[in-house]
């Protein structure tokens, strides 16, 4: 089946310590995002990539760093620079302007 | 920015009441519109879409949305909703212009059987 494996699915981090956050698509999807969702906040865009090799800040890209080394692939690391990095992140593909295909998600909690 | 409005943060209905979510979006010339909706504990997943032609669009479940132009709106409707349909549901918008995709804040939807 085609779709978007994100995980783990919970990630505990103490303080300090940066934690990679893995994305992997098999729909052959050009376009990948992070998004970090938030209790009333709805959905907020870190980062987004369109080709491989290239990615863009979103809205809230501080503390956050991603790559694109293939188009399979957008892992996002969250750094120690990040104030407040629990909360549910969510990665998603798509193609052209036709929706979103989202993963399942991770939770992320700093301890 | 454009931004996307939800307006009803929380809605508590009970079974086989009809359902109403606005979603408003900022110009930004030509959108595709779209309703996705979380399940507890599952991911996000597309209700229905909007591209062109009928302003009324028909999704899953018995769900559809209607595409107002001079108005920016794309509300979500279902007349008779279920137990099954408690969920947060998000409008999203794609401007074409800008090539990103804009999410709306989300809508805690709450049936009672």
């Known amino acids: 089946d085609g779709g978007i494996t994100q995980s783990p699915k919970y990630l505990f981090r103490k303080e300090g310590q940066n934690v990679t956050l893995s994305c992997e698509q098999n729909l052959n999807h050009d376009a990948m995002y992070w998004y970090r969702q938030d209790p009333g906040q709805g959905l907020r865009l870190i980062y987004y990539?369109?080709?491989?090799?290239?990615?863009q800040k979103g809205d809230i890209a501080e503390g956050y760093s991603v790559s694109r080394e293939k188009k399979e692939s957008f892992p996002l690391t969250v750094t120690s620079a990040q104030k407040n990095p629990t909360a549910f992140y969510l990665c998603a593909s798509s193609m052209a302007n036709y929706g979103y295909t989202f993963g399942s998600g991770t939770r992320l909690t700093v301890v | 920015a454009q931004s996307v409005s939800q307006h009803n943060h929380h809605v508590i209905l009970s079974e086989a009441a009809s359902l109403e979510l606005g979603c408003n979006y900022s110009?930004?010339?030509?959108?595709?519109l779209f309703w996705y909706v979380q399940y507890p504990g599952q991911h996000l997943q597309l209700l229905l879409k909007?591209?062109?032609?009928?302003?009324l669009v028909k999704g899953i479940k018995g769900f559809e949305a209607e595409f107002i132009k001079s108005k920016f709106s794309f509300n979500l409707r279902k007349p008779s909703v279920q137990w099954s349909d408690t969920a947060e549901y998000f409008c999203?918008?794609?401007?074409?212009?800008?090539?990103?995709?804009?999410f709306g804040s989300g809508t805690k939807l709450n049936v009672k059987p």
């Open positions: 999203a918008v794609n401007y074409h212009n800008f090539n990103k995709f804009y």
């Open positions: 110009y930004g010339g030509t959108v595709n």
């Open positions: 909007y591209f062109s032609g009928d302003p």
């Open positions: 990539s369109q080709i491989v090799n290239d990615f």
